[in-house]
């Protein structure tokens, strides 16, 4: 009875100790879930992120932005500066085109076309 109950008792020891040594299952399944659900959150902020990009891009092709003004009316044009007038004129008078009086002066042709009409008219513009 003696050996019945020590070789229980030792195979109940040698069954603990073998308890430590076996890989847990239920730690690595709940550690594959945790890598899994921060994988699909991951997942889930990208596809919101791109809904949202195109959610934008079909409200601006929805609602086009009214066009702007191609050039201000005249009250609400800047005075120009005298010199920049006179260069206006000196260019025209050097027989360049309203084009490149334009790219040079930085001026719309309408303008470059209603200072040198107001110059040729003898009234000084305003």
């Not at 003004?69 to 005075?79: E, F, G, I, M, S």
Request: proline content about 3%; aromatic content about 6%; cysteine-free.
């Amino acid at each position: 009875m003696n050996t019945l109950l020590l070789s229980l008792l030792s195979l109940a020891i040698i069954l603990f100790i073998a308890a430590f040594f076996k890989k847990d299952r239920v730690a690595k399944l709940e550690e594959d879930l945790e890598q899994l659900t921060l994988t699909h959150m991951q997942d889930i902020y990208l596809l919101k992120k791109k809904i949202k990009i195109l959610e934008e891009e079909f409200l601006v092709e929805d609602f086009p932005m009214s066009p702007l003004p191609a050039q201000k009316t005249k009250k609400q044009q800047a005075p120009i500066n005298e010199i920049l007038k006179n260069q206006v004129l000196s260019l025209y008078q050097q027989g360049l085109s309203l084009k490149q009086i334009s790219a040079q002066s930085t001026l719309s042709t309408e303008i470059i076309t209603e200072i040198i009409e107001k110059s040729l008219r003898g009234s000084t513009y305003e």
